[in-house]
């Protein structure tokens, strides 16, 4: 049984955990932005970084929305930021290297 959320709003069926919560968030993002659903995909993964400041995929997703919808500076900010978080994850080097191509 679930606990009712303390904002008194329905309960949620997502995990407690804030990683496990962003890491959901950032997955939906990323199935919007590959649907084209841009604005969704940038609210999702907003709401990603928001539970979890250090969640270094949802900067790197986020860097290709921002790119997609031409807020340069801001998707640079992203990869910058996914990369001093985990400057080793090959996603995240291989978003940047094709953004990089890109801008």
């Known amino acids: 049984q679930q606990m009712p959320d303390p904002a008194g709003m329905s309960p949620s ?11 959901a968030h950032t997955e939906l ?3 919007y932005f ?3 659903n841009l604005i969704v995909a940038l609210e999702e993964l907003t709401i990603a970084i928001a539970i979890n400041p250090n969640y270094a995929q949802a900067y ?3 860097g ?3 790119y997609y919808i031409k807020e340069f500076e801001s998707a640079e900010k992203d990869f910058q930021r ?14 940047y ?7």
């Open 13 to 23: 069926p997502m995990p407690k955990d804030a990683r496990t919560r962003a890491k």
């Open 29 to 31: 993002g990323a199935l």
């Open 34 to 36: 590959q649907d084209g």
């Open 60 to 62: 790197s997703t986020r």
């Open 64 to 66: 290709l929305v921002l």
């Open 82 to 95: 996914a990369l001093s978080l985990n400057d080793k994850d090959p996603e995240i080097n291989n978003n």
């Open 97 to 103: 290297g094709w953004y990089r191509d890109m801008a």
